[in-house]
């Protein structure tokens, strides 16, 4: 079964200490991993979109990494603007719709 | 382009009673998609529609929701005899087949309360 897992649920920083966030995934052939940000009481935000094992993305404080088993989201210098819920979701390859399958999410607060 | 919109952003309704969103996708998006959120919870995916054909249902969607996209544009979800159990976040997403992935663009959702 497709499956995807985030962790830590919960994370708080201080503004200015990097860190990252983990989403480790199981999948019948990985069609896209995608990362998103959801802000209380609004829809996800698409972030990035990933396709194989080594690629990267960068956005201004943010950078998603991707291995054959998990991705990792990194959060350089964050600011308090940076606080909110992140999702990771992936495509399969063998959905033929590509509908997407969503970890639960980990929720940053940022302290100034 | 002014994104993927959903109405009402609220609703509040009494168990029993029947409700109707409306998702107004990008234009020129084929691809719509409409998931459910929980508090705590990653969205689920519940429908797909490929402009007007509805090709695929989640288990989650049982017989007392449907959905439609008439002329592949605009597409609803209509709940019957609400329970309480429904209560959540429904999202609606739309997205171009675009090579690889198909990047989904989320709506603001439409909160919906039961009593």
């Known amino acids: 079964e497709d499956q995807v897992t985030q962790s830590p649920e919960a994370l708080r920083l201080q503004e200015g200490e990097s860190s990252s966030l983990n989403c480790s995934y199981t999948v019948s052939g990985l069609r896209g991993l995608f990362w998103y940000r959801q802000d209380p009481g609004k829809g996800p935000e698409f972030l990035f979109t990933?396709?194989?094992a080594g690629e990267e993305k960068e956005k201004e404080r943010l950078k998603a990494t991707l291995t054959k088993k998990e991705s990792f989201l990194h959060i350089t210098a964050p600011k308090p603007e940076d606080s909110a819920t992140y999702l990771c979701a992936v495509q399969a390859g063998s959905s033929t719709t590509g509908k997407l399958i969503f970890g639960q999410g980990t929720t940053l607060q940022v302290k100034p | 382009d002014t994104g993927v919109s959903q109405n009402p952003r609220h609703k509040i309704t009494k168990r029993g009673q029947n409700v109707t969103f409306r998702c107004d996708p990008i234009?020129?998006?084929?691809?719509l998609y409409w998931y459910r959120q929980t508090l705590g919870q990653g969205p689920e995916f519940l429908t797909y529609?490929?402009?007007?054909?509805?090709?695929?249902k989640s288990r989650l969607l049982s017989d007392r929701f449907s959905a439609e996209r008439p002329k592949g544009s605009f597409s609803t979800l209509e709940i019957q005899r609400t329970e309480q159990g429904d209560s959540a976040m429904y999202l609606c997403?739309?997205?171009?087949?675009?090579?690889?992935?198909?990047?989904?663009?989320f709506g603001p959702g439409t909160r919906l309360t039961v009593l």
């Open positions: 529609f490929q402009n007007e054909a509805q090709l695929e």
């Open positions: 997403a739309s997205s171009l087949v675009e090579g690889q992935g198909y990047t989904q663009y």
């Open positions: 990933l396709y194989s």
């Open positions: 234009s020129e998006h084929n691809r």
